[in-house]
């Protein structure tokens, strides 16, 4: 567990081994091309999830099954775990050092956010008495993205003989491995006195997808000790160095270069990789730690969000600003955000509807917006196989995928794969969301016109006429809430499915009759989506005033989400899927969802009306959740609320809310904790004018951030009963608060509403 609340780290000081999986994943680093989680350096034979992940290096798990049917993607994505390689085995007297089973007498684990360095010490008792101190201090490079450097030291109290044996290791497993199945076949090994290296290739699949080639070279320096022999073999090396009674203790310090076959060619992998770690060597550790320090240095700058009076939600924004910058930086168009990111293989390690719907409106902002479009040319690149996608399924456009690496769908539950088609309206929103960011209409009406009106024809083959009604409707569709399946007509899937052709109509009119030929549109067919658009049908309840979520939500046992025993929670984990999938209880937002996207759309008492039914039947086992709530409750002003679902979504991980940490990071949720307080406390608006409406929660001091917008930095911060907007570069702009324009050349600073 924490142990201490540091605004800049995540501490560890008391050493518990039933939480060691938990602790892992909470001291993952990364850096967009690699990472890996917190684990022991030495051999650990405890409970462990050993994990090194890299970045767009994935396998397709068979999905073939009996019950298999036409439509079914033909595989399910798989981020496989990569070589290790921060392995150090360690021997005292000839003894093996596993503090599995020694006698921990002190411990220390950190990751430092504002350094981007994991660092532990741990003092251990030998079964002699004698005591041995282990120090280790490693990271992924942020400016040499293919090297990780560590320095491990060990320092024993009592003469003796110490061995340590650095190693690459590329004969590993995957946690979620079906019968111990090994994802990589071992190519070569080498290894001379200074070093040495590796050769893995993924196995060969049956669904003519990408094998990947990754060569690793590690150069070894050692201090107070002598290099005392190697040793390799197929997809292993290790070198050893040896200290007889050492005093000060032994150190070895490690460079690694790893490079895959994503950016070399396979005959020039290993080359590659030794070059960089000898490069690496030569700049010397703390050179690279240096490196390191200033880099993250430089991003803080314009990331940085800071709390006064709550230390607990001053570490919860920078954990989740700190993870989501290490797994995505824009620098590779070909990559997205996973959600578990580089810290566990849950979900595939693949990307979701959350890019869109809730990380790209972070990144436009704390990195800019041109890794923003990134986001989005990451999806026209993919649009072929999205027109692939609705085909397999005897649609027409294009069907945006639940989950992928390629574009093709790789997501193997039925319900999520055929029923969650709400996605493609994030994709869509997306496009609108930048739009309205940047004030750059080039890109909806460029490429961005191809992904909208894949969209809008996929829908609007989608949707049916019901005679009965005379409207539009869609069936057999899940919402954002999956604790419900194959429902008739979700409120928010039709909405989002009829405002997404509503948007590619205008967008179209926009771009004008020459792009409207190249896309070869026909009148018949923008008469189809106009009428799909205009006529959808969206289930109302006009005495209770609310959008209903599908058309027999109302119809089922309503209860608050308070009634559920507390022993039940989260009944994900108690409750059997037939249960739930029966209940009213809700996942995540769903209508609300909609809400959120289109809220310049409804009056504040239509939010005001679902909300108030719609929050207290919520569970929020989705990690999706808490930030949605937030920024509506704190539109309505409910404050409380809005901190209560803040602290839900910035300490997710860090407090273990939903027992699932253990797994990996919710990285793309890590989002929310951003969005909840820019969106959600200081009210901030892009659509049409830059605009706010800023409260202080009544448990802080104060708050600030700064964010670039249309080629300005502007700082935020609201403290005293004050809010103060400073522009930090870029020319002036008019901006609205409480609706009252003003002009933004320096500084403004107006009081709080109550």
Same mark, same amino acid.
């Given at each position: 567990?924490?142990?201490?609340?540091?605004?800049?780290?995540?501490?560890?000081?008391?050493?518990?081994?039933?939480?060691?999986?938990?602790?892992?994943?909470?001291?993952?680093? &990364?850096?967009?091309?690699?990472?890996?989680?917190?684990?022991?350096?030495?051999?650990?034979?405890?409970?462990?999830?050993?994990?090194?992940?890299?970045?767009?290096?994935?396998?397709?798990?068979?999905?073939?099954?009996?019950?298999?049917?036409?439509?079914?993607?033909?595989?399910?994505?798989?981020?496989?775990?990569?070589?290790?390689?921060?392995?150090?085995?360690?021997?005292?007297?000839?003894?093996?050092?596993?503090?599995?089973?020694?006698?921990?007498?002190?411990?220390?684990?950190?990751?430092?956010?504002?350094?981007?360095?994991?660092?532990?010490?741990?003092?251990?008792?030998?079964?002699?008495?004698?005591?041995?101190?282990?120090?280790?201090?490693?990271?992924?490079?942020?400016?040499?993205?293919?090297?990780?450097?560590?320095?491990?030291?060990?320092?024993? &109290?009592?003469?003796?003989?110490?061995?340590?044996? &650095?190693?690459?290791?590329?004969?590993?497993?995957?946690?979620?491995?079906? !019968?111990?199945?090994?994802?990589?076949?071992?190519?070569?090994?080498?290894?001379?006195?200074?070093?040495?290296?590796?050769?893995?290739?993924?196995?060969?699949?049956?669904?003519?997808?990408?094998?990947?080639?990754?060569?690793?070279?590690?150069?070894?320096?050692?201090?107070?000790?002598?290099?005392?022999?190697?040793? &390799?073999?197929?997809?292993?090396?290790?070198?050893?160095?040896?200290?007889?009674?050492?005093?000060?203790?032994?150190?070895?310090?490690?460079?690694?270069?790893?490079?895959? /076959?994503?950016?070399?060619?396979?005959?020039?992998?290993?080359?590659?990789?030794?070059?960089?770690?000898? $490069?690496?060597?030569?700049?010397?550790?703390?050179?690279?730690?240096?490196?390191?320090?200033?880099?993250?240095?430089?991003?803080?700058?314009?990331? +940085?969000?800071?709390?006064?009076? +709550?230390?607990? %939600?001053?570490?919860?924004?920078?954990?989740?600003?700190?993870?989501?910058?290490?797994?995505?930086?824009?620098?590779?168009?070909?990559?997205?955000?996973?959600?578990?990111?580089?810290?566990?293989?849950?979900?595939?390690?693949?990307?979701?509807?959350?890019?869109?719907?809730?990380?790209?409106?972070?990144?436009?902002?704390?990195?800019?917006?041109?890794?923003?479009?990134?986001?989005?040319?990451?999806?026209?690149?993919?649009?072929?196989?999205?027109?692939?996608?609705?085909?397999?399924?005897?649609?027409?456009?294009?069907?945006?995928?639940?989950?992928?690496?390629?574009?093709?769908?790789?997501?193997?539950?039925? $319900?999520?794969?055929?029923?969650?088609?709400?996605?493609?309206?994030?994709?869509?929103?997306?496009?609108?969301?930048?739009?309205?960011?940047?004030?750059?209409?080039?890109?909806?009406?460029?490429?961005?016109?191809?992904?909208?009106?894949?969209?809008?024809?996929?829908?609007?083959?989608?949707?049916?006429?019901?005679?009965?009604?005379?409207?539009?409707?869609?069936?057999?569709?899940?919402?954002?809430?999956?604790?419900?399946?194959?429902?008739?007509?979700?409120?928010?899937?039709?909405? @989002?499915?009829?405002?997404?052709? /509503?948007?590619?109509?205008?967008?179209?009119?926009?771009?004008? %009759?020459?792009?409207?030929?190249?896309?070869?549109?026909?009148?018949?067919?923008?008469?189809?989506?106009?009428?799909?658009?205009?006529?959808?049908? $969206?289930?109302?309840?006009?005495?209770?005033?609310?959008?209903?979520?599908?058309?027999?939500?109302?119809?089922?046992?309503?209860?608050? %989400?308070?009634?559920?025993?507390?022993? +039940?929670?989260?009944?994900?984990?108690?409750?059997?899927? +037939?249960?739930?999938?029966?209940?009213?209880?809700?996942?995540?937002?769903?209508?609300?969802?909609?809400?959120?996207?289109?809220?310049?759309?409804?009056?504040?008492?239509?939010?005001?009306?679902?909300?108030?039914?719609?929050?207290?039947?919520?569970?929020?086992? /989705?990690?999706?959740?808490?930030?949605?709530?937030?920024?509506?409750?704190?539109?309505?002003?409910?404050?409380?609320?809005?901190?209560?679902? !803040?602290?839900?979504?910035?300490?997710?991980?860090?407090?273990? @809310?939903?027992?699932?940490?253990?797994?990996?990071?919710?990285?793309?949720?890590?989002?929310?904790?951003?969005?909840?307080?820019?969106?959600?406390?200081?009210?901030?608006?892009?659509?049409?004018?830059?605009?706010?409406?800023?409260?202080?929660?009544?448990?802080?001091?104060?708050?600030?951030?700064?964010?670039?917008?249309?080629?300005?930095?502007?700082?935020?911060?609201?403290?005293?009963?004050?809010?103060?907007?400073?522009?930090?570069?870029?020319?002036?702009?008019?901006?609205?608060?409480?609706?009252?324009?003003?002009?933004?050349?320096?500084?403004?600073?107006?009081?709080?509403?109550?």
């Amino acid at each position: 567990m924490i142990t201490s609340c540091n605004p800049w780290k995540v501490v560890q000081d008391t050493w518990n081994p039933e939480e060691n999986r938990f602790m892992e994943s909470l001291t993952s680093i &990364s850096n967009g091309y690699m990472g890996m989680r917190g684990n022991f350096e030495e051999d650990y034979s405890g409970q462990t999830h050993q994990g090194t992940y890299l970045g767009g290096v994935w396998f397709p798990d068979k999905t073939r099954v009996g019950w298999w049917k036409n439509g079914y993607p033909p595989y399910f994505g798989k981020m496989i775990n990569a070589p290790n390689l921060m392995g150090v085995r360690v021997k005292i007297n000839g003894e093996k050092l596993d503090i599995a089973q020694n006698r921990v007498l002190s411990f220390h684990r950190e990751v430092d956010m504002k350094q981007g360095v994991y660092r532990r010490s741990t003092m251990v008792e030998m079964p002699d008495g004698g005591r041995v101190l282990i120090e280790s201090c490693r990271f992924v490079s942020v400016r040499r993205r293919e090297v990780m450097a560590m320095r491990y030291c060990v320092t024993p &109290s009592f003469p003796c003989t110490v061995e340590l044996e &650095s190693c690459l290791t590329g004969d590993v497993r995957n946690l979620d491995a079906n !019968y111990d199945e090994r994802f990589w076949d071992q190519l070569n090994g080498w290894a001379d006195d200074a070093g040495g290296g590796i050769l893995v290739k993924t196995k060969e699949n049956p669904f003519g997808t990408p094998r990947f080639a990754v060569a690793a070279s590690q150069v070894i320096c050692p201090e107070g000790g002598a290099r005392d022999g190697h040793a &390799s073999e197929p997809g292993f090396c290790m070198n050893r160095v040896t200290a007889h009674s050492p005093s000060g203790g032994v150190c070895v310090y490690k460079y690694v270069g790893l490079v895959t /076959s994503r950016d070399v060619q396979e005959e020039e992998l290993e080359k590659r990789a030794d070059a960089i770690a000898q $490069e690496a060597a030569r700049t010397g550790f703390e050179e690279l730690l240096r490196e390191q320090v200033n880099a993250w240095e430089q991003r803080w700058e314009t990331m +940085d969000v800071t709390i006064e009076g +709550d230390d607990e %939600a001053q570490q919860g924004i920078r954990f989740n600003l700190f993870q989501l910058l290490s797994t995505y930086s824009g620098e590779d168009a070909r990559l997205n955000i996973g959600p578990k990111g580089f810290t566990g293989e849950k979900y595939g390690g693949a990307t979701y509807w959350d890019t869109e719907a809730y990380c790209l409106p972070v990144y436009m902002s704390v990195a800019g917006e041109n890794v923003a479009r990134q986001l989005l040319i990451y999806r026209r690149r993919q649009l072929k196989e999205a027109y692939e996608n609705a085909r397999a399924k005897g649609l027409k456009g294009a069907l945006f995928p639940m989950v992928t690496f390629t574009g093709r769908e790789c997501h193997n539950e039925w $319900e999520i794969t055929f029923e969650e088609i709400h996605r493609n309206g994030a994709v869509a929103h997306a496009v609108f969301d930048y739009t309205q960011y940047s004030g750059d209409e080039t890109y909806r009406t460029g490429e961005g016109l191809d992904v909208l009106y894949g969209i809008a024809a996929f829908y609007a083959d989608r949707a049916h006429f019901s005679k009965r009604a005379g409207k539009y409707m869609i069936h057999g569709v899940t919402g954002p809430n999956e604790y419900e399946n194959n429902v008739n007509n979700n409120w928010y899937t039709n909405r @989002i499915a009829a405002w997404s052709i /509503s948007y590619f109509l205008e967008s179209l009119a926009l771009a004008g %009759a020459d792009r409207e030929r190249e896309l070869g549109i026909t009148e018949n067919e923008k008469a189809k989506m106009r009428a799909v658009a205009e006529g959808m049908y $969206e289930p109302k309840d006009e005495e209770l005033g609310i959008f209903v979520q599908h058309d027999t939500f109302l119809d089922k046992d309503l209860q608050p %989400a308070s009634a559920i025993a507390p022993e +039940d929670r989260p009944i994900n984990q108690h409750w059997s899927w +037939d249960r739930i999938l029966r209940s009213c209880y809700i996942k995540q937002a769903d209508v609300l969802q909609g809400l959120y996207f289109l809220e310049h759309l409804y009056s504040l008492e239509e939010i005001r009306r679902n909300f108030d039914f719609y929050e207290p039947m919520t569970v929020h086992e /989705s990690s999706l959740s808490p930030c949605v709530h937030a920024i509506l409750a704190a539109r309505l002003g409910y404050r409380d609320k809005a901190v209560e679902m !803040y602290r839900r979504t910035a300490r997710l991980d860090l407090d273990n @809310i939903n027992h699932d940490t253990d797994d990996g990071l919710h990285i793309t949720s890590m989002s929310g904790s951003w969005l909840a307080i820019t969106k959600g406390f200081a009210g901030m608006r892009t659509i049409g004018t830059l605009s706010f409406r800023p409260f202080l929660p009544s448990c802080w001091k104060g708050y600030a951030f700064a964010f670039t917008y249309r080629n300005r930095v502007i700082h935020l911060k609201v403290r005293d009963g004050k809010l103060t907007l400073t522009l930090k570069s870029g020319e002036p702009i008019s901006v609205s608060i409480y609706d009252r324009t003003c002009q933004l050349e320096k500084e403004i600073t107006m009081d709080l509403k109550a």
